[in-house]
């Protein structure tokens, strides 16, 4: 008999929507033509890449010609750096302690190559980032700032709002660029709220394709990574992959519908979560960064028995959660560096589990984590 699973690795990755997958499925059929070309079906094609990006605009408060489709997140933040490093003579760039690597590798290899200077704010020791430290980063040789809206291992938000509106004013010119992978459908995004010139969507957090999108401000350099055709305007070569952009669009437009009422939901289920945690299992209960402003649906905690022996989460059969990023799955014999550079200690950080709550879970799931922790320890 199979058994029953809950699924609370959100972060992770989330379920395709049932909607975009009847999208995706009537696209593959319907927008199969390339939408390059000159024929009524390539003109389907073409406009439904243009329906999704007026989607996605209209979510983030942008220019439909400010939107251009990639294949991630990955894509999408290498594209940035790589466009810094090129269009500048050797720029100072800044990012904190626990960019996703898709920032930090990235930067950190171009420092390698002698292309950039760099700097890496650390955490408070809350897990939270301070604005005056990214303030006092900067330089007038600093030519881009990189800060992610939320962190994905522990859900801890950082206000990009403040620290891109000081650090433009101070240093007129400077470039901002935020990895909101994270935040679309558990918090508002709004690129001119958040007075950014870059912004890193992923459809796979919001129940989505796995495809990305990058808002880049028109006034904002943008250089391709790859050459090719002219498809994107140039920026991204390529034949269109209409289906998943399709799912994109529809996606980001259904992640805030009813945007309040889904936070305040995951957040129910989170601080229930938190709460039967700390009546289970008291003292021998660590949550991490728990007084820093996180996510509604993320919890990072461990646990540990009278005889220090942890609870290790993952071996149990009733749940499906993540001991950190996936994109990290295969290291299990190393603490997350995130945890470390968010102030968790080496013992904490090495037996902590990620829960990331998603729309679809309820507080009944939660009671069953609980059973399932307790029996797992």
Known sequence: MVKHKVYVDNNGTTPLSEEVCALISKTLRSGWANPSSRSDDADVAAQLIKESRERISKVINCGEDEITFMSGGTECNNMVLNSISKLYSKPHIVISAVEH????????????????????????????????????????????????????????????????GKVKKEFPGLLFHTDAAQALGKIPVDVAELRVDYLTLVGH???????????????????????????????????????????????????????SQKSLHMEKCRRYLEARLVETFGHKLVINCRDSLRLPNTSNFAIFLENCRSVNVLEGVQFIASKGAACHSHSTTKPSQILLNSGVSYEVAMNSIRVSLGVHNTVEDVDFIIEDLIRSG
């Open 101 to 164: 690597d898709s920032i930090s590798v990235y930067a950190r290899n171009l420092f390698k190559q002698g292309l950039i200077t760099l700097t890496e704010v650390e955490l408070n020791s809350k897990g939270g980032l301070e604005v005056e430290d990214v303030l006092s980063a900067c330089t007038t040789q600093t030519r881009l700032v990189s800060i992610m809206l939320a962190n994905n291992e522990t859900g801890v938000m950082f206000d990009v709002v403040e620290m891109a």
């Open 205 to 259: 957090k919001f129940y989505g394709p796995r495809i990305g999108a990058l808002y880049h401000r028109l006034t904002a350099p943008l250089l391709p990574l790859l050459y090719g055709g002219g498809q994107e305007s140039g920026i991204r070569p390529g034949t269109e992959n209409t289906p998943m952009i399709a799912g994109l669009g529809l996606a980001a437009q259904l992640a805030v519908q009813g945007l």
